[in-house]
């Protein structure tokens, strides 16, 4: 009977120093997972930041910006444009008749990547007087100064009849900014 009770309470020992056991069997395997991710994501952060730092994607940064400053001006002709259009009952011969009337600062002919004086001489984009029965999707202003990615030709931004700036490749087909 002493014997019996005996083997119970090994075999109940054994019972409870198994679990023990089996947990820490994981853990090792476990801390090395995560010490490998942890070193993933750090060589992965470092990439980021490298490439960041890089002259390349500074300078892409900041044509992006460039361009994006440009289309938010070619909006602000865009709705001088409208108001000319309103009060004369057509568009202007050219840009530069917006001024002062309609548009008080000459500097918004010039497009931000245009080096030249901003409030003297001929506008930057090329304006094409539209016809009173133009389609809507016609383009009235053109700028081809943006070169995002160096090497590649320069991407034209497009001012639309309908107030629409739209973005595509030089050399590519004028689309309509609404078909995306
Ligand atoms: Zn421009």
């Given at each position: ?44 952060a470092a990439g980021v930041l490298v490439v960041m730092r890089t002259d390349t994607f500074k300078g892409l940064m900041g044509q992006a910006q ?115």
């Open positions: 009977m002493l014997m019996e009770e005996n083997q119970n309470l090994d075999e109940t020992r054994e019972c409870q120093s198994k679990p023990p056991r089996r947990r820490s069997r994981w853990v090792l395997p476990l801390v090395i997972l995560s010490i490998l991710l942890l070193v993933c994501l750090t060589l992965f460039v361009a994006a400053k440009c289309q938010v001006q070619l909006q602000t002709i865009s709705a001088a444009l409208h108001r000319h259009e309103i009060s004369r009952g057509e568009y202007p011969q050219s840009l530069d008749m917006l001024y002062p009337d309609y548009l008080p600062s000459r500097s918004a002919f010039r497009c931000p990547a245009d080096p030249r004086d901003p409030n003297s001489g001929p506008p930057s984009y090329s304006y094409t007087k539209p016809a009173k029965e133009a389609s809507e999707t016609s383009v009235v202003c053109v700028c081809d100064r943006h070169r995002i990615v160096k090497d590649q030709p320069p991407v034209r931004i497009m001012l639309l009849k309908n107030g629409e700036v739209s973005m595509t490749p030089a050399a590519g087909p004028v689309r309509d900014s609404r078909h995306k």
